[in-house]
């Protein structure tokens, strides 16, 4: 999922950032509240990791100005300000969960993993698609007993993003700005999305039909289940 990255601590942004790669996420790092504010303005994050303590802005009034522009990202506070004010007034601006300075690496996974079940109504990490079994934490893929080990890593993460928006369409454009972290040109090649779909249907049809992987005319893609 994408990630924005607001921190003016360099070395702890480098270990946020290096953390957050090293298990699937798409990085962005803002070192200054200016920066941040540009950023949030014209593209769209799944999480944002603020620090309220910036030297140029007002770590609350750049959450404020998230909720407007990325409404559906969710925000986590990461700063050494103790004091409790800062915190309810954060988790009053619409903040999903604070984390205080110093903080362990694991912990902020965990807390963004269980944003991420809250906000997309998943009770577990395994998802069972007619047969196919998807496991999210472990980025795994079974057929009943049997491992799909064909899928690359964007096309898991293709899979993943889509099974998060279960029974939404989402357009070509939203899937590769989420899951490749680039802002749509005008000049863009929607077959390039396109190409990823095929070769999902065609890995999974190896085992089974995966009918519940749709294409919306004209729109884009969805995965279809009552689960």
């Known amino acids: 999922m994408n990630v924005l990255i607001i921190e003016d601590e360099k070395a702890l942004a480098h270990e946020l950032e290096i953390f957050l790669v090293k298990n699937n996420y798409i990085c962005e790092v803002c070192y200054t509240g200016a920066t941040a504010s540009e950023k949030i303005a014209v593209n769209l994050y799944d999480f944002i990791l603020l620090d309220l303590g910036l030297p140029d802005y007002e770590g609350l009034d750049l959450l404020k100005e998230a909720k407007v522009s990325n409404p559906e990202a969710a925000c986590i506070i990461l700063t050494a300000r103790a004091e409790v004010n800062d915190r309810v007034k954060g ?6 969960d604070y984390l205080p300075k110093p903080f362990s690496l694991l912990e902020l996974q965990s807390r963004m993993q269980a944003i991420t079940r809250r906000k997309f109504g998943i009770a577990q990490n395994v998802i069972d698609l007619d047969g ?22 964007k096309e898991f993460d293709l899979l993943a993003y889509l099974l998060l928006h279960k029974n939404r369409t989402l357009t070509r454009a939203q899937l590769s700005e989420h899951i490749w972290g680039s802002v749509i040109n005008d000049d863009y090649d929607s077959n390039f999305i396109d190409a990823h779909i095929k070769n999902i249907r065609k890995k999974l049809s190896a085992f089974a039909p995966a009918d519940w992987l749709e294409t919306v005319r004209g729109l884009g893609y969805r995965i279809k289940t009552n689960a």
């Open 132 to 153: 196919f079994l998807v496991n999210l934490t472990e980025r795994t893929i079974l057929y009943h007993v049997n491992p799909v080990n064909t899928i690359t890593k």
């Open 91 to 96: 988790l009053d601006l619409g903040a999903d």
